[in-house]
């Protein structure tokens, strides 16, 4: 069975905090890992893809752990911009397949 | 750039109604996909093609649902007869060759059976 685990949130922090989220995935032949942002009543957008070594954009960070299936992103010095709900999303089916998501950990920063 | 394409953007219709969602994936992208999302369920794969050709439909909920690509350019997903609890945002995406490249997502067709 393919799936995609979440906490769902949600995540209330203050501007300024760090936040994590993790997501655990099912099927270990994965290859290819992604965290999704979705604003409300808006489409998915990607923000970032997730590499074996870890990557690091700007405030962000993911990693990936293949040992225990999960992935991960870091927030740092959260603004109210990143207000919107955090999607993981993990490859199935190889060259050919498709992403299973996640349902979304949803974050509320406040002033 | 234009995006991935949807229309209608919202549909209002009654039970029992023939529902037809439209969507032009970005030029060159070989794979394409349809996503519903509800609050319950979150997003969830339906059916994806690559070059046309459909790969993977175990996720159409039942006969109800079917969906076509006629061409690179074009693709359709229709429900009939619609039921309220299909009321749904129904999104396309499109992805490029490989399974490492983003899907793009188009803005949904949000859709309330009545």
């Known amino acids: 069975r393919k799936e995609v685990e979440q906490d769902p949130g949600p995540f209330n922090v203050p501007e300024g905090a760090t936040v994590a989220f993790n997501c655990t995935y099912s099927?270990?032949?994965?290859?290819?890992f992604f965290w999704y942002r979705q604003d409300c009543r808006k489409e998915p957008k990607l923000l970032m893809s997730v590499y074996s070594s870890g990557n690091e954009d700007g405030r962000f960070t993911a990693q990936l752990n293949r040992a225990s299936q999960y992935i991960s992103l870091l927030i740092r010095d959260s603004k109210l911009s990143d207000s919107a709900t955090y999607l993981c999303?993990?490859?199935?089916?190889?060259?050919?397949?498709?992403?299973?998501f996640g349902k979304g950990t949803k974050l509320s920063v406040k002033p | 750039d234009a995006g991935v394409i949807q229309s209608p953007r919202h549909e209002v219709t009654e039970m029992g109604q023939e529902v037809t969602l439209r969507c032009k994936p970005i030029?060159?992208?070989?794979?394409l996909f349809w996503y519903r999302q509800t609050m319950m369920r979150g997003l969830e794969l339906l059916i994806y093609f690559n070059n046309n050709v459909p790969i993977d439909d175990s996720g159409m909920p039942e006969d109800r649902f079917s969906a076509k690509m006629p061409n690179a350019s074009f693709s359709t997903l229709k429900i009939q007869p619609s039921e309220p609890r299909d009321s749904a945002v129904y999104f396309c995406a499109s992805r490029g060759q490989g399974m490492f490249n983003e899907q793009f997502f188009g803005p949904g067709t949000r859709l309330t059976v009545l």
């Open positions: 099927n270990s032949a994965s290859q290819s």
């Open positions: 999303a993990v490859n199935y089916g190889g060259s050919q397949g498709n992403l299973i």
């Open positions: 030029s060159g992208h070989n794979s």
